[in-house]
Nanobody
Framework: QDQLAESGGGSVQAGGSLTLSCLVP????????AAWFRQAPGQKREGVAV????????DYSDFVRGRFTISHDTAKRMVYLQMNKLRPEDSGMYYC????WGGGNCYEFHEADFTYWGQGTQVIVSS
């Protein structure tokens, strides 16, 4: 019941766009924020964007700032990641994750604080 579920990945050419979606059970009632992480083959997983459920804002890693937009629909318990001007280096597995109320600081992107994770959705950007 606490399993997050991502969708929307796929293949796109450089400069293109994709929108990822994530169903976050308990978003708002049991979970205070949601974030997107990504992991390229052979690389460490890195935080991409985060959003708080109660309009405390959102934040982005520098490498996507200005190109990606995180948003949510709290009534539907959905979190989205609109990705524009995609680059080959944006390729990887994208994961949705969430922190429960009383948990750590969402903005710090500490993986250990994100208790709930999805299975990931693959994004491939070709040059």
């Amino acid at each position: 019941q606490d399993q997050l579920a991502e969708s929307g990945g796929g293949s796109v050419q450089a400069g293109g766009s994709l929108t990822l979606s994530c169903l976050v059970p308990g978003y708002g009632s049991g979970k205070k924020c949601a974030a997107w992480f990504r992991q390229a083959p052979g690389q460490k997983r890195e935080g991409v964007a985060v959003i708080y459920v109660n309009n405390q804002g959102s934040d982005y890693s520098d490498f996507v700032r200005g190109r990606f937009t995180i948003s949510h629909d709290t009534a539907k318990r959905m979190v989205y990641l609109q990705m524009n001007k995609l680059r080959p280096e944006d390729s990887g597995m994208y994961y949705c994750a969430s922190i429960p109320w009383g948990g750590g600081n969402c903005y710090e992107f500490h993986e250990a604080d994100f208790t709930y994770w999805g299975q990931g959705t693959q994004v491939i950007v070709s040059s």
